[in-house]
């Protein structure tokens, strides 16, 4: 049986997630925006309905998936939770650790599944990576490096460049790391970071992480990079050895960087898209055939540690998990 | 002829500088000191220049110049007997394990009007004089942030003593902040003014100091670099560590690998990583010899040991702090 998926939003991440639902032998059965015009464009192509409102589609869905702004999803959480459909939200799960904690709350409650999308625990280079570190590989757990440097798109939304809606390039870029880092290091206890903004509002920031049990992370987040290029890395050194990936593309191209640059950047990978395994494993664990990767609570504090970043951005501080902010 | 001589052989880097000067006319190696025995037996089993017991021995035979090799926390006294005995010094980095004796080592030079050289080798790396060149240039634009990593398999490996807190002052953080802040001053010429440090122990946990470091500086101008210190290369990797910047810009970037001149090669089922090209600490030790020839000023000094060691000991307060601390 097919699940029946409401999309809310109709945006760049709406798309991509159509297609990994349709993947998946799931469908979009109804997609809702502001933007009619965008929601229709979306339903043709998905061949879903546009609902009415937002009540309309929670009447006909298993669960929805919300690819709305950040700061917008805190309530889709919570009207989702209240109909009793699943919820699947894209990261960040709200625009404050505090909004974050009650939608966690309002799914636990109302016993909806809540998934949030944090699709680089589904990138194949970092999925190895935290296998290697589970298997012991490389012991315990030092010191880790992450990376994910490219260019604030130029076409981009005007809400994703105001930091009071999305939070700027802590809450949507390095959030992804922040993430990942205490995927493989343990829940972060401390964190100190520094911002600088360019010319064009390409803000890059470099974030130390301290973790329960004494991992230190290093995590650099930049909109600051020159136009099309897309960079990650990831380095984990453990008391027995020693992880990295560093950006070597299995195709590099020396030609001259075309100037029609996608306004979504995304590292190249073969084989499956991330998103599309993103969204089949999330298919499974609302099918009841495994368990989400991405506990819900994981996706909460991933917010509260962003928060906690931005803070010590504006304070010059370092700043205590848990800490009043 | 200048005659050179090097006092302490208990840093690795002894034998290694011992190379450059047979390379350079005009120089005469009267031979090296060192107070301990087996030290000694040691450098008589690699070299045929001479190993004398104490320091005052060396200074004795005559000595115009000297490279100050002992362990980090003998280097003021060593420094003080040369200075006295009016011989021009260049002191293996970190310059002192405290403040106080940085200060006096470069007091006591200036009081003595003797040459004090911090050895900082990687100034004479092309890339990173290439780094400095597109800073001056505007190349990215205005400077934003470094990110920097020096990191590298626990030195243990060539002596116990830089895992010895009184002896190195400190683990990860001495040996390997010193060389990335220096860097940036240099390229900057901007001073340090804030640091934040997280340091652990999990890698080696047996060593009595951390092996894990991350620094965040702070500088006057209002760019922030991160320093990544770590021991954290493993037993194994094809090479001692290296030395990585990256720069970003208003209008750029640029990512330094200040060690890619290397073949990659298997030898007998290891791997290792050998070098081909340049070689910085020939062309410091020529630019020491140089000056003391006063062919040239010298182009790194005490006051830049000072200032790198500064930061170091920042970063401890502000590990102790939980907080940024002033330099």
């Given at each position: ?53 937002l ?65 680089v ?65 343990g ?18 920031v ?17 909109w ?7 960079r ?47 969204i ?46 | ?73 003998e280097?003021?006294e ?9 011989v ?7 310059l002192?394990?405290?403040v ?6 470069m ?87 804030e ?22 500086v ?36 640029f ?52 200032r ?5 000991l920042?970063?401890y ?11």
């Amino acid at each position: 049986m097919k699940l029946r998926i409401g999309i809310i939003g109709a945006g760049n991440m709406a798309a991509v997630h159509a297609d990994g639902w349709e993947a998946a032998g799931d469908s979009a059965v109804a997609v809702l925006d502001a933007d009619a015009q965008r929601a229709a464009e979306l339903a043709a192509t998905t061949g879903a309905r546009v609902a009415d409102d937002l009540d309309d589609l929670l009447r006909s869905v298993d669960a929805i998936d919300i690819c709305t702004p950040t700061d917008t999803h805190l309530d889709y959480v919570v009207a989702g939770a209240a109909s009793g459909v699943a919820v699947v939200c894209e990261k960040p799960l709200a625009r404050t650790g505090e909004g974050a904690r009650s939608a966690v709350a309002a799914c636990r409650e109302a016993g909806v599944p809540l998934l949030v999308g944090h699709v680089v625990r589904f990138f194949p280079e970092y999925v190895e990576a935290k296998a290697r570190v589970v298997a012991g590989d490389i012991g315990d757990v030092a010191v880790v490096r992450l990376d994910r440097s490219t260019y604030l798109p130029a076409g981009a939304s005007a809400w994703f460049k105001d930091p009071a809606r999305s939070g700027g390039v802590v809450h949507d870029l390095m959030i992804h790391d922040v993430d990942y880092a205490a995927w493989v290091a343990g829940s972060v206890t401390r964190v100190y970071a520094r911002l600088a903004g360019s010319i064009d509002g390409g803000d890059h920031v470099l974030a130390t992480l301290k973790h329960e049990g004494g991992a230190i992370s290093h995590i650099q987040a930049s909109w600051a990079f020159p136009v099309g290029s897309f960079r990650t890395s990831i380095e984990i050194a453990g008391s027995e050895g020693l992880i990295m990936r560093h950006a070597s593309d299995p195709f590099r191209s020396l030609v001259a960087v075309s100037p029609d640059v996608p306004d979504v950047p995304a590292p190249p990978t073969s084989g499956e898209s991330p998103y599309a395994s993103q969204i089949r494993h999330f298919s499974y664990v609302l099918r009841g055939k495994a368990t989400s990767r991405i506990a819900p609570e994981d996706a909460a504090a991933a917010v509260d540690v962003c928060d906690a970043i931005a803070t010590s951005i504006v304070s010059g501080r370092a700043i205590e998990i848990g800490e009043k902010l | 002829m200048i005659r050179v001589g090097i006092f302490g052989v208990a840093h690795i880097h002894a034998d290694g500088y011992l190379a450059n000067l047979k390379t350079i006319d005009g120089v005469e190696i009267v031979g090296a000191s060192e107070t301990e025995a087996t030290l000694r037996t040691g450098w008589l089993d690699r070299h045929t220049e001479p190993v004398f017991a104490t320091h005052e021995a060396l200074i004795a035979a005559g000595v115009d110049a000297a490279i100050v090799c002992t362990t980090t926390n003998e280097h003021r006294e060593v420094v003080e007997q040369l200075a006295a005995a009016g011989v021009d010094v260049l002191c293996e980095k970190p310059l002192a394990t405290t403040v106080e004796d940085s200060q006096a080592i470069m007091n006591v030079c200036a009081a003595s009007d003797v040459l004090l050289m911090t050895a900082f080798p990687m100034r004479f790396n092309p890339s990173i004089a290439a780094g400095r060149a597109w800073i001056d240039e505007d190349r990215i634009g205005e400077i934003l942030a470094f990110a920097g990593t020096n990191q590298g398999r626990i030195p243990t490996h060539y002596a116990e003593w830089f895992a010895d807190p009184i002896a190195a002052g400190g683990g990860a953080v001495m040996d390997h902040v010193v060389h990335l802040v220096d860097i940036m001053r240099w390229w900057m010429e901007s001073e340090p003014v804030e640091v934040y440090a997280l340091t652990n122990r999990i890698l080696h946990p047996d060593v009595a100091v951390e092996t894990g470091g991350m620094v965040t500086v702070g500088f006057d101008n209002g760019v922030f670099a991160t320093i990544d210190c770590s021991w954290s290369r493993p037993d194994g990797y094809p090479t001692w560590g290296g030395l990585t910047i990256e720069a970003v810009g208003t209008d750029g970037v640029f990512t330094i690998d200040a060690f890619a001149e290397r073949l990659d090669v298997w030898s007998y089922g290891d791997a290792m990583w050998t070098d081909w090209g340049s070689d910085a600490n020939q062309a410091m030790i020529d630019h020491f010899i140089g000056a003391v020839k006063g062919e040239h000023p010298l182009e790194v000094t005490g006051a830049d040991g000072l200032r790198a060691t500064e930061v170091a000991l920042a970063a401890y307060r502000s590990v102790t702090a939980g907080q940024p601390v002033d330099v």
